[in-house]
């Protein structure tokens, strides 16, 4: 589970060090796994295990450094953070011999906690330790009284009175007797420690069974049975241990892995070889979390433009600027150096829409603006901007915008049209004499007047013609060609397509006329009013214009 969907531990669910003292009481035997970063930690807690142990020597291992203290103890609580982020289950921290004193131990106990890590388990040796299986003989102890006072300082340094402290007994490791291992055992367990580790380097279970038959249940016993593995696990049981640890062979199982495909990649200078034995992609984002990413994008991202996916419709020649558009569309006159499609599409880049479908016609190949995506109405010449539209209607999504290519207008406008509620909302300028207009306008009416209100009117489009008047009332304002959609929006877009394409006249039809008809249907087409700040580009004066529009 990722973090962040992790749910929060509530105070009915025991919390981590309560979980790892009951495996440590526990009247049956127990295991725990190693894991050395966040996602070996999660496949060991999906496999079933009930605890972590964070193994010193393959945490220094997959930092590609050896087990003697050359990783800093930050460095390893900072891997704990990630590993106990993605996890639940409890994390026993094999805490080498407590990166200092007992003053060390103290800020490592408290550390800890504040990680959620659930207990430490510290060995009797010196720092910089070095792993028990190298020169375990030559390897001095610890003061048996200093080591008490480590555990002692640990134990009264921790806040959770659930969280765990193990002492390590490496007595039999460094070639002392039976004797000596149980006393230093009963001095740490005096001391307050809350088990005794007991490790051997044998490849049998000799010893640790007779250290179990003379403890005798004093305290829970942990064993690390790395050497003598081969021991049938119901011997651990019969000798009443309370918890094994398999302390090394999740970085053991990476590494055979990982040797094995860069060996066979290396030689064979090709992937086709190993991705049926790797793990596929999908499985490394599911181990991330990342579907609740995408859950929480959707719930977060309230005003959803990063999905937001813009149609640009950019099919026309623009015979008006004759030699102008010889070589290429309109979309591609330059204003101030910049084609009007770029113009168009830095707004969209702007406000995070980064989703842009240019559906052109004429000269498609010279539409190179970067950022979008171009197909085609290949019948653009006897065909409308409805039509046009139709060949996107495969890419529709449930927050979209269509808008005009040769449009020009100040950033804010989109942004309103975007924070606007509605299904279908689009732009009226209430201007209703400007010097600007060229070409045929169309006029929308609406109903109400912009009333210059702050906050938003509640206003809906009744009509848009290309007269000034209808039925004795003066248009509201002058309609602009951009309209969002949002998912019921979309639908009621997609059936007025299928609808009007029965139509014989479809291949006329303009957008205008697609307002018309949705708003026939019942289906609401929601305003907002501006006041100037845009322009559509229809001849050279246009071209001027729009260059001071842009400063
Ligand atoms: C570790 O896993 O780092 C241990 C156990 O300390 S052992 O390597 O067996 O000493
Ligand atoms: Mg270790």
């Not at 580790?197 to 004093?218: C, M, N, T």
Request: glycine share 6%; aromatic share 8%.
């Amino acid at each position: 589970m990722n973090q962040l969907s992790a749910p929060v531990v509530t105070s009915s669910k025991p919390s981590k060090c309560t979980r790892l003292r009951a495996l440590l009481e526990s009247p049956q035997l127990e295991f725990i796994m190693e894991a050395h970063n966040g996602i070996s930690a999660r496949i060991v807690e999906e496999a079933g295990f009930k605890g972590i142990w964070a193994s010193g020597l393959a945490l220094s291992a997959q930092f590609g450094v050896r087990d003697n203290n050359e990783a800093s103890w930050t460095q390893i609580v900072e891997m704990l953070e990630f590993m106990s982020d993605i996890t639940q289950i409890p994390i026993l921290l094999d805490g080498d011999t407590g990166y200092g004193n007992f003053n060390n131990m103290r800020r490592l106990v408290r550390k800890l906690e504040q990680r959620g890590i659930a207990g430490v388990c510290i060995e009797d040796k010196l720092f910089p330790k070095t792993n028990s299986f190298i020169n375990g003989n030559r390897q001095p102890l610890a003061d048996i009284d200093e080591f008490c006072g480590k555990i002692k300082a640990g134990k009264d340094s921790q806040i959770d009175a659930d969280f765990c402290i193990i002492a390590r007994v490496e007595a039999l490791i460094a070639g002392w007797d039976l004797p000596e291992a149980l006393r230093r055992a009963q001095a740490y367990y005096a001391a307050g420690a809350d088990a005794i580790l007991i490790h051997s380097k044998l490849s049998r279970p000799d010893q640790v069974l007779a250290f179990a038959k003379e403890w005798a249940g004093r305290s829970p016993l942990v064993i690390v049975p790395t050497k003598y593995y081969s021991t049938p696990t119901d011997v651990f049981r019969q000798a009443g241990i309370s918890l094994v640890i398999w302390a090394n062979h999740m970085i053991r199982a990476a590494v055979a892995s990982m040797e094995a495909i860069a060996k066979e990649v290396q030689a064979s200078e090709t992937l086709v070889n190993i991705e049926d034995h790797i793990a596929p992609l999908k499985e490394i984002f599911r181990l991330q979390g990342a579907d609740e990413l995408q859950a929480a994008e959707k719930r977060y991202f309230s005003d959803g433009r990063q999905h937001t996916h813009a149609f640009v419709l950019a099919a026309t020649r623009g015979e008006e600027f004759h030699g102008l558009t010889l070589d290429k569309p309109k979309v591609m006159l330059p204003i101030g150096g910049k084609p009007l499609l770029r113009n168009l599409v830095d707004k969209f880049k702007k406000l995070a829409i980064n989703n842009v479908t240019v559906i052109a016609g004429y000269k498609p190949e010279t539409i190179d603006v970067p950022g979008t995506k171009v197909i085609q109405n290949p019948e653009y010449e006897t065909t409308g901007e409805l039509a046009s539209l139709a060949c996107a209607q495969g890419k529709f999504s449930d927050d979209m915008l269509v808008v005009y290519g040769d449009l020009l207008f100040r950033s804010y406008i989109l942004r309103d049209l975007l924070d606007c509620p509605g299904e279908i909302v689009t732009i009226v300028d209430s201007v209703k004499h400007s010097k600007s207009v060229s070409g045929s306008p169309d006029y929308a009416y609406c109903s109400a007047p912009d009333e210059l209100s702050l906050f938003g009117q509640n206003v809906d489009l009744l009509q848009i013609s290309k007269a000034m008047q209808t039925q004795g009332k003066e248009f509201s304002g002058r309609w602009v060609g951009m309209l969002r959609f949002r998912s019921q929006g979309r639908q009621w877009l997609e059936e007025a397509l299928n609808e009007l394409q029965k139509q014989a006249d479809f291949n006329s039809m303009s957008l205008a006329d697609l307002c018309n008809y949705l708003i026939a249907q019942g289906k609401p087409i929601k305003v907002i009013y501006i006041r100037g700040h845009w322009l559509d580009i229809n001849s050279l004066d246009d071209l001027d214009l729009a260059f001071q529009l842009q400063k």
